[in-house]
Structures are given as structure tokens and as C-alpha cells.
């Protein structure tokens, strides 16, 4: 059976997949917007929500607002409305990414010959249009945002809502037996597998080919749901984004010059960029390989098995993916693997891969080859100023979007609570799980400032590799005149 606190978790992830379903829709008509002035700003705004920590909205809310103290039903629903609004922007790229094949002009032609037609002719057209239309879609994505939703660990936890992946993980920590933790997960994790292998499925099917620039052809309804999708983007960064940065940095302030002085996570934060690092770079590197092999026509049915084999595992959320980790772990050939980061460095990876997937995707249909191509041709010219300008194409046209495609997986598993937990060797403790631990004893301007800071180490090493490895190429590609 599944825990008791599920009717409850069941209905509030169900509640969140039908407002993302509709919401989604109003954000991919603004992320696929053709003025620059509103489609920028929603990328920006999405991704702020999206890959906002954890760790940070959990610790702001719960400790700088009292909302731990509040009753069961409004932590309970804020608690749905910050999940929401770090959805909504996945459901706005798989919108974008799956529209329905049935054009408004198909749409104009039904109401047309709609009085000539019998009532029977009517339903069975309609139905059609509906099934080939986004209805399918917006089932799948409703499949998908649920399973998400259902299987949030970190915001329940920090904000005392009943879940069960909060209460299956409090066990394991304690101390319950690792074949007793699988048999609670069991059943809520084959109601996730079922519904993510359904919307894989029919996502899948409805997902557009690459095609370079713009959104596809995919060309949206009006401007309201343009306006919707940027109004509720912008909501739900300042809700999970910039509210809990300001709570965090208002609190960090007075202490922050003593705990940088005095700051002791120096070893965890290194393992944690480390572990992040070759996460996401294996999810970037595999997910590449991935979709540059879809375009091939032999064997897509293997190879998109192959691709929700790999999706799966990120769709059941940390929690089943790091208890069945631990569980071949045990297994005596691969009993060694428990003292070393492999297991956890590779979990990491699948539990991105989703968002790894869509994103070679996303740069896949927005990529310029032609201006690749010429970049390529042109970095062998005698001429410096050409060189230089290729090198400056090169960067902004194909590897700036590969670099903070994978920047963004690496802060994401970076982020992670629930694997950290579960999988870090125990000579390499990472900074999340300690610091998530120190959180238990409630706030102070140490521990504040230590979240900032270690928040802010790997955004200011990431940019610092962009600026040193654009420095460097553009260098390279110039070398002085003989």
C-alpha cells in the first residue's frame, strides 16, 4: 500500500499538473515569442525558476517567514505553489518542444463544413482533431509535471509537509533496513514508472525534428497567453528565485566577513564541484550522443527505447533512483563501488538527464550550421581580424550554448540534497547533506552566511571558466602576424 500521507501528496500533485499543463502553454507561446524584448526575458525568467536551489528556497521559507509554524493546509498549499512554479517552465519547453500537428487553419476548416456534417461525422472529426491535436500532448505533460511533483523530496522536507518521499527518506536515515525502505517505495514508484513510460511515449511521438532557428514553425495563438506566461514566469521567480535570495543575503550580512574568514566547508565544497562536475559533463556528453543519433532514421524505435531507458530514471526523482543505487551497491561484485563517487557521479547524471535531453534538443533546433561551418572555414584565414571574428561566432553560435547547458547541469547536481545523502562515500562528505544537517538546529547568521557562500563559489567558478576560455580561444585563434 502506499503511505498514508499519498492521498493527501496525490491530490496536490495532481492539482499541479493541471495548472502547469495550462500555464506550460502560456510560457512556450512567450518562450517562443519572435520580439527578442519578451522572449529573452522569459528564458532568463525560466531558467532562474527552474535551477533555483533547493536548499535555498526550503531554508529561506522555512526559517526567515514562520511558515513552519503555520497550519498543515497553508504550508501545504504554499508548498504547492513553489513546486508549480518551478514546473511550469518544463512544461513551457516540452509545449514548445511537443505542439499538436493540427494547425489552426485545420482547425477554421472543421467549424466550416461543422453544419454540413451529421452528428455522428461530428464527433468522430472532432475526436480526431483532438487526438492529433494537443490534447495528446497535454495529457503526456500532465503525466509528466505529475510524476515530478509526486516524487519532491527537498521543499517537503524543509517546509514540514506530509510526502512520502519525506518520510521514506527520514527512515533510511534513522536507521530502517535498505529491503524494508524498497518495499515502501515500491508501490509509489511503479505508479510513477507507469506514467512517465506513458507520457515518454507520447511525448515521443509528438515531438518535432530539428530544425534550425526560431521555434520550430510552431507559431502560437494570441498575444493573452504570451502575456500570461510571462505574468506567472515572473511570479515564480520572484517566488522561488528572488524572494529567498533576498531573505538569505538580508540574513548574511552582518556575520558574513567572520564566516568567510572562519569558513571550514572548504574540503565538502570541493568534493561537491568535483562530484557536479563529472555528472554533468557525462549527462551533457551522453545526452549529445544521444540526440545526434536520433536524426538517423535506421533504428529510431531502438534508439528512442534507448532514450526513455535513459529518461525514466530521472522522472522517478532522486529519492527511488538513489535506494535502488544503494541497493546494487550491496550485490557482492559491486560491493567496492560503495567506497568511491562512481556510483553517485553516475546516478547524478541519470537523474539530470531529462533536463540534459531536452536541452541538446533545444540547441539542436536553435543551432545556426551554417554559420558554424563558415566560423570553421574562416579560423584558417592568414588574416588575424578574420580569425578573430570566427573565433567570436564559433563561441556565441555553437560552444557558449554548450557551455552553460552544461554549467546549468553541473549547478543542478550540484543543488542535490537526496543523492548527496544517500550515496556520498563516507571519506568525501559534500557540502549539501551537511549543510541540510546543520539546518535541523535552526538558523544563525553562520550557517546563513555558509549557504551563500557556498551557493555562490561554483557560479562565480563556472563564469570565471566562460571568461578565461573565451579569452583563450580568441587568443589562440590569433596568434601574431609573421
Known amino acids: ?48 525558476s527552474f535551477f533555483a536551489p533547493p536548499l535555498l528556497i526550503g531554508y529561506a521559507y522555512a526559517n526567515f517567514t514562520g511558515l513552519i509554524r503555520c497550519s498543515p493546509a497553508v504550508r501545504g498549499g504554499f508548498y504547492g505553489v513553489l513546486v508549480l512554479s518551478r514546473l511550469v517552465p518544463l512544461a513551457g519547453v516540452l509545449w514548445l518542444m511537443c505542439p499538436g500537428r493540427v494547425s489552426r487553419e485545420a482547425w477554421h476548416c472543421l467549424r466550416l463544413l461543422w453544419p454540413r ?15 492529433h491535436g494537443a490534447m495528446t500532448t497535454g495529457l503526456a505533460l500532465f503525466g509528466a509535471v505529475f510524476v515530478l511533483a509526486f ?89 522561488v528565485a528572488v524572494v529567498p535570495s533576498a531573505m538569505v543575503l538580508c540574513g548574511t550580512l552582518p556575520g558574513a566577513l567572520q564566516t568567510l574568514r572562519q569558513f571550514a566547508l572548504q574540503r565538502e565544497l570541493a568534493s561537491s564541484l568535483a562530484v557536479a562536475v563529472g555528472a554533468g559533463v557525462l549527462a551533457c556528453v551522453v545526452a549529445r550522443q544521444v540526440c545526434a543519433r536520433a536524426r538517423h532514421k535506421r533504428g529510431r524505435a531502438l534508439r528512442y527505447a534507448g532514450m526513455a531507458a535513459l529518461l525514466l530514471p530521472g522522472l522517478l526523482g532522486g529519492l527511488v533512483l538513489g535506494l535502488c543505487v544503494m541497493a546494487l551497491t550491496q550485490l557482492p561484485l559491486l560491493w567496492w563501488l560503495r567506497s568511491t563517487p562512481l556510483p553517485l557521479m553516475v546516478a547524478a547524471a541519470l537523474v539530470v538527464m531529462p533536463v540534459a535531453l531536452l536541452m541538446q534538443l533545444l540547441l539542436q533546433r536553435r543551432q545556426q550550421t551554417t554559420d558554424l561551418h563558415m566560423a570553421r572555414l574562416l579560423e584558417t584565414s592568414p588574416l588575424r581580424r578574420l580569425r578573430r571574428r570566427a573565433a567570436s561566432i564559433d563561441w556565441v553560435r555553437g560552444r557558449r550554448p554548450l557551455f552553460w547547458a552544461g554549467a546549468l547541469l553541473i549547478y543542478q547536481v550540484y543543488s542535490d540534497v537526496t543523492l548527496a545523502s544517500l550515496l556520498a562515500p563516507i571519506r568525501m562528505p ?50 601574431l602576424d609573421v
Open 1 to 48: 500500500m502506499l503511505p498514508g500521507a499519498n492521498c493527501e501528496g496525490v491530490i496536490r500533485a495532481l492539482a499541479i499538473a493541471a495548472a502547469a499543463a495550462v500555464l506550460g502553454y502560456g510560457c512556450a507561446v512567450a518562450l517562443s515569442s519572435r520580439c527578442r524584448a519578451v522572449r529573452l526575458p522569459a528564458w532568463g525568467l525560466a531558467a532562474a
Open 430 to 479: 559534500l557540502v549539501m547533506p551537511r549543510l541540510y544537517n546543520f539546518m535541523h538546529y535552526g538558523r544563525s547568521e553562520v550557517l546563513t552566511a555558509s549557504l551563500l557562500i557556498t551557493l555562490l563559489v561554483p557560479l562565480a567558478a563556472l563564469g570565471l571558466a566562460a571568461i578565461t576560455y573565451r579569452f583563450w580561444r580568441s587568443w589562440h585563434a590569433a596568434p
Open 151 to 239: 516524487t519532491e523530496f527537498e521543499l517537503a522536507s524543509f517546509l514540514g509537509v506530509g510526502q512520502w518521499t519525506v518520510m521514506v527518506f527520514d527512515a533510511q536515515v534513522g536507521g530502517m533496513a535498505l529491503t524494508e525502505s524498497l518495499r515502501r517505495v515500491a508501490m509509489p514508484a511503479l505508479l510513477a514508472a507507469l506514467l512517465a513510460g506513458v507520457a515518454l511515449l507520447a511525448l515521443g511521438s509528438r515531438a518535432r525534428p530539428a530544425i534550425a532557428g526560431g521555434s520550430g514553425g510552431w507559431h502560437p495563438p494570441s498575444r493573452a497567453w504570451a502575456t500570461l506566461g510571462v505574468a506567472w514566469l515572473s511570479v515564480g521567480a520572484l517566488l
Open 117 to 131: 456534417l451529421s452528428t455522428t461525422s461530428r464527433f468522430a472529426h472532432a475526436g480526431r482533431m483532438l487526438q
